[in-house]
């Protein structure tokens, strides 16, 4: 009897030291110093008056894929969302550029793994790119998608001194981020030219689009906790069906590259199916990749045997778009 006691000791005090270093691993690769290096020097406010839009008052229930996931992912700068955080493109005159939306179900930015890490990688390659702290629960839409609206329309007015071409300007949205930046590409995107604020004539419609293991519809396969938190609790059919990203996209939608995995635990790979059949529906060129296995939300996958292909093909697909960067003579 002893014995089994202290074995059951011993097991319990293992896992809880396995699930200690595992949640230290964790905390140190998703969250981000934001005192560190120069970070806040990388930050530009996209509204230059308080952000459009006020919180939900309803509180949504916790789940564990989101709702408690977002405590492990602390922005101690949350007040002053939406904001990007830039990486230029050394070396280039008129360099395409990518608007980057990380994932975290609505709850949260995993800024790191779905934002930070893939913007240096591609701004190394010549790809300006800009990651958008986007706000989150308890802001439901449309507050999300007029942050990653404006984003696009500021890049865009700024595009002189950041160095990039306004007319190659695209977006990758990863997870429920993938969600949002469908809908920004699925979504009509003309500015107004009557707008006194100039930034607000761009248009917020991207170039090309993007998808890693994207949440798409919120009427078949759905990921609950990202329709729960862009929704709230009890959102009408018609809405959801509105919001319900291969039910939205025309002849009109940009040039999409689609990739997710067979063993995606969060988000189910149907969702990417989906999207593709309709951009085949509209005669929208378009690539997708559906590897056999690989885990959720792990940014550029450089240890997944096969999602670690997913930059090399998308680099590749970019530069088939015209996305190089034009280089001083």
């Keep these: 009897m002893r014995r089994s006691k202290r074995f059951l000791v011993g097991a319990a005090l293992t896992l809880a030291a396995a699930l200690s270093v595992g949640l230290w691993l964790l905390l140190g690769e998703t969250n981000v110093d934001r005192d560190e290096g120069d970070y806040r020097q990388r930050m530009h406010a996209i509204w230059s ?49 990518l608007l980057l939306l990380p994932g975290g179900g609505y709850s949260f930015r995993s800024e790191r793994l779905d934002g930070l890490t893939i913007a240096a990688w591609f701004a190394e390659r010549g790809i300006a790119s800009f990651v958008l702290n986007y706000r989150v629960d308890p802001y439901r839409y449309p507050v999300p998608l007029r942050d990653a609206e404006r984003a696009m329309r500021w890049l865009r007015a700024h595009a002189a001194e ?3 071409d306004p007319r190659r300007v695209g977006v990758l949205g990863s997870s429920a981020g993938g969600h949002l930046a469908a809908l920004l590409a699925t979504g009509d995107g003309a500015g107004d030219p009557l707008s006194p604020d100039p930034i607000e004539r761009q248009s917020s419609k991207p170039d090309l689009l993007i998808l890693s293991q994207a949440v798409i519809s919120l009427e078949r396969f759905v990921h609950e906790g990202s329709k729960r938190r862009l929704l709230g609790n009890s959102p009408a059919p018609e809405l959801a069906r509105s919001l319900s990203a291969e039910l939205r996209v025309g002849p009109s939608t940009p040039k999409a590259f689609v990739w997710t995995t067979k063993t995606d635990e969060f988000v189910d790979y149907r969702n990417s199916e989906l999207f593709a059949e309709a951009l085949a529906k509209h005669g929208v ?13 792990r940014g550029l996958s450089r240890a997944e045997t096969y999602e670690r292909q997913w930059p090399h093909l998308c680099l590749a697909w970019l530069e088939r778009q015209g996305f190089r960067p034009e280089t001083p003579n």
């Excluded at 008052?57 to 992912?73: A, N």
């Excluded at 060129?285 to 939300?297: A, K, R």
Aim: hydrophobic share 40%; glycine share 10%; net charge negative.
């Design 285 to 297: 060129d378009h690539e997708l990749h559906v590897f056999p296995e690989g885990p959720h939300g």
């Design 162 to 164: 950041l160095g990039i």
């Design 49 to 97: 008056a308080p952000a459009p839009g006020d919180p939900d008052t309803d509180s949504v229930p916790l789940d564990i894929d989101s709702g408690l996931l977002r405590f492990f992912f602390i922005n101690e700068l949350e007040a002053e969302v939406p904001y990007l955080v830039a990486f230029p493109a050394g070396g280039a005159t008129r360099a395409p550029a």
